[in-house]
């Protein structure tokens, strides 16, 4: 965002829009603050869909305290500043942004809108807003950075225990013009989700969520090495031809010809086999450094010696991130653990923080204490839910005023205006 969108400022421009459109009776489609969109969003999409988007772990006490603790810092605003000339670009391994802001990779997208990753991929870069690709789209990486043009996106890998089939992942996002790897780390298994448990709900075995394996050609390749897995036994009802039949759909090539192909439910058997790799340590990382000259990114560290031992094995950056609360129930919110991972990475590389951000005032505590940016999950989903590629538009027009509003009513005018000391630690206000 900088001075040239008009002489007043983006934000200035999106609160007219907003007022005048007012004058003729219109309010906004999509909920203003982002934490509303959620009970709106609730309204649009199948309860399964909205358990699998909203929930998180057990309780769900990180994603309350992944919103929450950012109340423990406040901003102390200064004046007489001269605010009129701003400029929040930033620079991430050597590539200019128009903003910090990032869209963290959501899987399984079609449950939001059926145009899934190619409408946010279209709308991220409209806004030019970087994208993180999903391991777990619902659409393929090329057809998403077809519609993305040459927009900045990285792609998240999730390691699964073929070797071969990470590599092709890596080969893939290279070939589609992927900046960098974003390798989750938080997901070796799956989190107790107490929502989709009770809906006894998981959309990969419907085939949702999985198209970068079924359009890969090494996973083609798994599908028909002999099974050593038993396959699960399973009472036959009329969901269960629900079910198959959702599958069916889902898998490529075409609903009749996949009915007589038996592939997609061996694809959906190859996919639960291989899916994580819970042997994954750090001596793994070198497999994929030997393999790619992309910056990689590690996703999901919370503890300051593992930002340590990131830096150590020569990562180009780290997110901090809790999986928006959907791992490990009780985890500490990603802003508490910012300060103590910023201590040990200081300037060394790159950190970016994911998980509860939801206004501009986050975003500016998040780079005051040392974030280079920041990513967003479920409001963009929700956004998507609501009105397709606007719908994340919009979500993201509205983020940035409130970040723009924000930085420029505290009086800085740039990012690295953004210190530490801008804000005062007032402790746990719950
Ligand atoms: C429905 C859903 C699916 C997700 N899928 C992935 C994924 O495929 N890969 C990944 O690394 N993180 C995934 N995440 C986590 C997000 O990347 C991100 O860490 C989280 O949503 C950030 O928290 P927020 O939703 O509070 O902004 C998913 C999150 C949600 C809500």
Known sequence: MNQQESSSGYAMDRQREIYIAGMSGQTPKIP?????????AKERISPKAFAYVAGGAGKELTVSSNRSDFAQWQIMP??????????????????????PLMLSPVGVLEMAHPKADVAVGKAAANME?????????????EATAQAMGNASRWFQLYWSKSYELVESFIQRAENSGCEAIVV???????????????????????????????SDPVFQKLMDEPETEPRPKNKITLDTFVSL???????????FKNLTSGRPLKAVRTFINLYTKPSLNWSDLQFLQER??????????????DAQIAIDHGVSGIIVSNHGGRQVDGAISSISALPGIMEVVKDQIPVILDS????????????ALGAKAVCIGRPYVYGLALDGQAGVETVLKNLLSDFELNMRLSGYKSITELQPEILRFVGNTK
């Open 32 to 40: 203003i603050a982002l934490d509303a969109l959620e009970k709106v």
């Open 78 to 99: 200064r004046m007489l500043r001269d605010v009129s000339k701003v400029d929040y670009t930033i620079e991430l391994f050597g590539k200019k942004h128009r903003s």
């Open 129 to 141: 807003v970087p994208y993180i690709i999903s391991n777990q789209a619902s659409m393929t990486m």
């Open 184 to 214: 989750t780390l938080d997901t070796t298994m799956l989190g107790w989700r107490v929502r989709d448990l009770d809906m006894a709900y998981l959309p990969f075995l419907r085939g949702k969520g999985i198209a970068q394996y079924t």
């Open 245 to 255: 039949f959702e599958l069916m759909k889902a898998y490529p090539g075409g609903f």
């Open 292 to 305: 790619t000259k992309l910056p990689i990114i590690l996703k999901g560290i919370l503890h300051p010696q």
């Open 356 to 367: 509860g951000v939801r206004t501009g005032s986050d975003v500016v505590k998040a780079l």
